[in-house]
């Protein structure tokens, strides 16, 4: 509790977070001016804002000051920050690095290139972003006051079959990272191979789980030749984007939360020497929960925590992994993620800011997570697993610093605020905000039931016992990551159906729906019926859970038994449906049928989306359908669901053309009528 104490005084013993330069004047650039020592910060209120949470600069600027929760005028914070030249363009000369110090009486603390540095880190993960809008969001980091970026790096949508690996236009990293240099940010890199992050699998490739013997985030051999294998083509991308070799790059993490799964002592060193050994010569970092730290840390690593809130005890753990170097907080939670079916999550902006300014005051580093959440895109959310599988729904909003659509928040003009109020020099000027509008309602005019698009799929596979998908002989043997399987076997007879299904399953008679499963309901009665009958079975995956050790459990399809009447059933015919780009264009030579007053059971609504000559962004609403995909130009947007608590679903402009636009639903359920557009989301 010493350190914690000392940490607790620092605000008041300092006197601006560097030494005083001899005769009054300071002489080296960078340290902290001491004609600024201590401000105060004016306090300041925003109104409160309608669903989507969004503002305007126009608004803010406007707002009337109103009590807050920052500290009086009269109570001193902390010295102001000149870090104007701590910047990649600035900095040429490089020696140091990003580095850990403590000396004598000194706090410990980060230094940059030999001078004190406090990390404003926030993150941004490309792969959720649309690459047209990277500069923007980036942007708008930097002139909230942020000097890092924070990104994690998706395994699964780098590699997505075995040996094949994607670096390229939406994953294009370092395309990313160098414009992060470019605008003046420094990079803290995420690689995993385990990321977490509420994606699939925790962002390792479901090809890994094709192996009942292989063990995921432990040194058995079949993942240790994966990650090796995958290693080789991603850091030699990242040894040119390092400090020392003139990048941004000034850390990179070892592994993430490895102290929540802690199967295998061996599994983080030897993480840690595969990325030495493949040339990471910058300062290696873990991340954890602060109770799982000393679980997770290795020797030599700085160990760093993740925390909603500040408080004295947090730090007690990390304490005993390691003394005398200076507290990261990896993971500063503004927010949270939303899974189907529960409340959408929001966090006090106040809140947010008193805990940064606790930071601020204590002399911690931190990141921001989430800056900008963006979209869970595609079929790339993953799951959650609490006695019950949910998925995470499509907008990442995270009630972060900007929304999903890149706008401003209370929260950003408050830690923009209190960031002007500490920095030294002016930060720069708002971007403007990417301007949304209201297109014309579509309304589908042809579909094609999926039975009608089996013929327009890659060949099925023949089986005499289910497969479960990614274990299915396709992808150059790297099975199915993504979408929907259908199954079909001839039945004689009714009576009682037993399936193991993971995540949700429709059941069929020819093409009537008699029933849905999940996890939780894998059982239904089958009607007698006359002659012999088509049984179809339709899987979906819905995510894959992300987090603990669950996700070595995590095929999807028919994964068990299926019988009736505890007879298995046999002779399998096996459809993938990935929904990929190429498959939107052979269903355009489909012959589609004008869509009916009605219809149930899953199919694919065409319609045309009009954005005139300059396309814009835009919500989509789907009230009145129930659930399904939605493609526009063949883009997948995401998964859409009548239980909430998402009600729309973004639309990127970048992604539209001028005029004329391709929608397809795929609805699973039930059709709808309109395809509603809307300048404000509703999450």
């Known amino acids: 509790m010493k350190r914690i104490a000392g940490i607790f005084f620092l605000p008041f013993i300092m006197s601006g977070f560097a030494p005083r330069a001899k005769h009054g004047v300071n002489r080296v650039a960078g340290k902290v001016l001491q004609s600024q020592s201590r401000f105060q910060i004016p306090a300041f209120s925003l109104a409160a804002q309608g669903h989507h949470g969004s503002f305007t600069s126009q608004q803010y600027l406007s707002s009337p000051p109103l009590p807050s929760s920052l500290p009086s ?124 992050s509420e994606i699939d699998l925790g962002g390792l490739p479901s090809w890994l789980l094709q192996d009942p013997d292989l063990k995921l985030r432990t040194t058995n051999k079949g993942f240790v030749d994966a990650v090796d294998h995958y290693f080789d083509r991603l850091i030699p991308k990242v040894v040119p984007l390092q400090y020392h070799r003139g990048g941004p790059i000034i850390a990179v993490q070892v592994e993430n939360e490895y102290g929540s799964y802690n199967k295998d002592k061996d599994y983080m060193p030897y993480v840690q020497q595969a990325l030495l050994q493949r040339g990471i010569v910058e300062l290696l970092l873990t991340s954890d929960n602060e109770r799982d730290v000393l679980k997770g840390y290795i020797e030599g690593v700085l160990a760093t925590i993740n925390m909603k809130t500040f408080s004295s005890n947090a730090f007690s753990l990390l304490n005993k992994a390691q003394s005398k170097k200076p507290i990261m907080i990896m993971e500063f939670w503004v927010g949270w993620f939303d899974t189907w079916g529960n409340q959408h999550f929001v966090r006090d902006a106040k809140e947010v800011e008193h805990t940064v300014l606790e930071f601020v005051k204590a002399g911690i580093s931190f990141n921001a997570y989430m800056f900008h959440g963006g979209t869970n895109f595609g079929f790339m959310n993953g799951a959650t697993y609490f006695g019950k599988h949910r998925g995470v729904v499509t907008s990442y909003d995270y009630d972060a610093v900007l929304t999903e659509a890149g706008d401003y928040t209370e929260k950003y003009f408050r830690l923009r605020k209190l960031f002007g109020s500490i920095l030294a020099t002016p930060l720069p000027p708002l971007p403007d905000l990417v301007p949304k509008t209201v297109y014309p309602a579509v309304r589908p005019s042809l579909y094609l039931p999926l039975w009608d698009v089996l013929e327009y799929l890659n060949e099925p596979v023949k089986s005499n016992a289910p497969v479960n998908m990614e274990n299915l002989p396709i992808n150059h043997g790297s099975g199915q990551s993504y979408g929907f399987v259908l199954y079909e076997t001839t039945i004689c007879s009714g009576g009682h159906l037993y399936v193991h299904a993971q995540d949700m399953a429709q059941v069929f008679l020819n093409e009537t729906v008699i029933g849905v499963l999940d996890d939780n309901t894998q059982d239904l009665d089958i009607p007698k019926f ?25 095929q999807k399809g028919l994964t068990g038994f299926i019988g009736i009447n505890s007879i298995p059933l046999k002779g399998f015919t096996i459809y993938s449906l990935e929904m990929k780009m190429n498959f939107f264009e052979r269903l355009r030579s489909a012959t589609w049928r004008p869509v009916p007053k009605s219809y149930l059971g899953p199919a694919f609504y065409l319609g045309t989306l009009m954005a005139g000559p300059s396309p814009k962004d835009t919500f989509l609403r789907l009230q009145g359908w129930n659930y399904g995909f939605v493609f526009i130009n063949g883009h997948n947007l995401g998964r859409y669901w009548h239980i909430g608590p998402q009600e729309s679903l973004y639309l990127p402009g970048a992604w539209l053309h001028p005029e004329d636009n391709e929608i397809i639903l795929f609805e699973k359920m039930m059709s709808g009528l309109y395809i509603e557009s809307m300048d404000k989301p509703y999450l």
């Open 73 to 196: 005028t009269s109570t001193p914070c902390c010295a102001r920050f000149n870090w104007s030249h701590l910047v990649p363009a600035e900095l040429k000369d490089r020696y140091l690095g990003l580095q850990t110090k403590s000396k004598g009486r000194d706090n410990p603390h980060f230094t940059l290139e030999g001078h004190k540095f406090l990390i404003f880190g926030g993150s941004i993960h490309y792969f959720r972003v649309p690459r047209a809008y990277w500069r923007d969001r980036l942007l708008k980091l930097k002139a909230c006051g942020f000097n890092t970026l924070t990104t994690y790096v998706p395994w699964n949508l780098h590699e997505p079959e075995r040996g094949k690996f994607d670096f390229s236009g939406n994953l294009d990293l370092e395309a990313f990272i160098w414009m992060a240099a470019e605008l003046g940010l420094w990079v803290i890199l995420r690689p995993g191979p385990y990321i977490c």
């Open 530 to 554: 006359k002659g012999c009958q088509l049984l179809r079975i339709l899987v979906e995956n819905q995510g894959r859970v992300n987090y603990s050790w669950k996700i070595q459990e995590q």
